[in-house]
RNA sequence: ACGAGUGUAGUGUAGUGGUUAUCACCGGGCGUUGCCAACGCCUGAACCCGGGUUCAAAUCCCGGCACUCGUACCA
């Protein structure tokens, strides 16, 4: 088969499967808008779940669900309703579409900032031409938002809001009760998997550029002067790097993540960390890891909101994808947050106890209010207030200005000058943020993708998918050989039995010819097929076959039900 | 967003103004002692949507939608 059309064919295999279809194809279809049929829906639910267990067992991690529907001003204070109205223009010449904050960025200062007024001023005044056809007719200014809006509430009290870009908000938004969930300690995370919403100008690439899509991402609050870092040396698998270029390393490495830290390559500890994690994910779930690889941002390609970022990418039809970013957010979004909300001061902080308590010791004047009040009277209070304001510096008496304006005069035998000590335990703080942000349906696509191989069997094409056990939409597919003689009997009771099991989920197939049956199995990946026939009426035995070799055992029915609950068919074919 | 191309059963396709719309795989049923897409019979299923030209449109024209490619955009 043609190496050029394997895509088409993969697509083709996709819908007819039922893994990923158009959503809305009776009605033409929307771009940029898909559905899991029930075979891809079992595997993502799959992913998703594996990806949970993954990192709710470090112990740190919990689960939490926020709403897809976000008012505007927590938009605001992230920064993505800035970010994403950007002002687009066009040129009248040659039809080339540009940022115009970016047109503009030489000559003025802030160009994101600025209105549509005064942008369409700058485009008129002929100075900026066109990178392509330097002519200067540039069309008006437009907004390009690229979040849905949409408004809460009915008529006069409605508020503006919109789909969320990313899960992460609901995270941030949650942090107070995080921290007393977590006893004040950090660090600690918080994960989430939804949907996530871009309009997107034009999606294309299938599954790789959706409007509405699944993410998955955890929000990891760690205390920046001491963050944590995992044992690296836990994993000696060599990993592929493409460091910024800017950086002053080379242009690739494939080395340890272990040896990655050493080096300097990875600086943070807890991005490190959390690389590490996320390689093992993608690895476990089948994804092959030699079409993985970590690419540093460089330093113009970073979201607003980010100091450091790595992009794990995965390589398959589409060429190279991100399918994670890692991000370093520092304290951008708590510190933004506990601005705009009015929230506390230390709402949004966490606190850090120092290794010795500090005894501070200040000089103040303190004002000796038997003194003070029968002069000042009324005004007593207001000079006490401004006393706090004053240092001693042995110059006595002070004019001392009041708030209503007033000029007093304060001598030495009006207050007390003395020396305290205070003690101070720690500081409050505001933690920083360490984000990886998966794009399962980017993942879920390479997983296809790495899992679809195309053979030649006795002279035919021959598809398979080569899911591992983690992520094949069923565990197995029950087969009787024939659909009489009591082998469709105890082939039904075998599949009753195996569904009852918690999390198994397997599915008798009797139509058709036992091979077309096999050849189905194979193509939506299920990776052991149980035949029952006639030998299994007299000892209870039936056949497990292997999808990737085809080969076959014989094994007691009580054995493979055993196994099955275990996961563990595999080993039934070890020895 | 612009430009070019494409759109026919579930999938892949044939069809350049008049066909009962081709073929294959596919799905369903029945039969067949039949373990890797076997065979036989029966059966199911399509011209992307809307308008126009014409006696007559899958076919020509216009608009929309979707897909592919190029350019642009992409937290």
Known sequence: MSEEKRLDRLTSILKRRGFILPSFEIY?????????????????????????????????????????????????????????????????????????????????????????????EILTNKSIICLNCHESKWSPAKPMNLMFKTSIGAMKNQRVAYMRPETAQGMFMLFPSLYRHFRQKLPFGAIQIGKGYRNEISPRQGMIRLREFNMAELEYFIDPKNPPLEDLSSNNSLINFIPDPESGFDLEYNITLEKAFAMGLVKHPTVASILLKTWEFLAEIGIDTKRIRFRQHISTEMAHYASDCWDCEIFGEYGWIECVGIANRTCHDLESHEKNSNSGSKLMKAWRSFDETLVEKRIVISPKTSVIGPIFKQESGAVIEALKELEDDDNWPKKVELDNGNTVNITRDMVEIKEIETNISGEWFTPHVIEPAFGIDRIIWHLLDHSYEELVKEGEDYTMMKFNDKVSPIDAIILPLFEKDGMDKIASEITNIANSIPGVR??????????????????????????????????????????????????????????????????????
């Open 506 to 575: 397997v599915e008798m197939d009797t139509s058709k010819s036992i091979g077309r049956r096999y050849a189905r199995a194979d193509e939506i990946g299920v990776p052991w097929t149980i035949t029952v026939d006639h030998i299994s009426k007299e000892d209870k035995t039936v056949t497990v076959r292997r999808r990737d070799d085809q080969f076959q055992i014989r094994a007691s029915i009580e054995e493979i039900l055993h196994h099955l609950n275990n996961k563990s068919i595999g080993k039934m074919f070890l020895e």
């Open 28 to 120: 033409g279809g929307i771009s940029g808008l898909i559905d899991y049929g029930p075979v891809g829906a079992r595997i993502k639910r799959k992913v998703t779940d594996f990806w949970l267990d993954h990192w709710i067992n470090q112990g740190d991690i919990v689960e939490i669900d926020s709403p897809t529907i976000t008012p505007e001003q927590v938009l605001i204070a992230s920064g993505h309703v800035g970010e994403f109205n950007d002002l687009m223009t066009v040129c009248m010449n040659c039809n080339s579409t540009y940022r115009a904050d970016h047109l503009i960025a030489n000559i003025h200062d802030e160009p994101e900032t600025i209105e549509i007024s005064e942008m369409n």
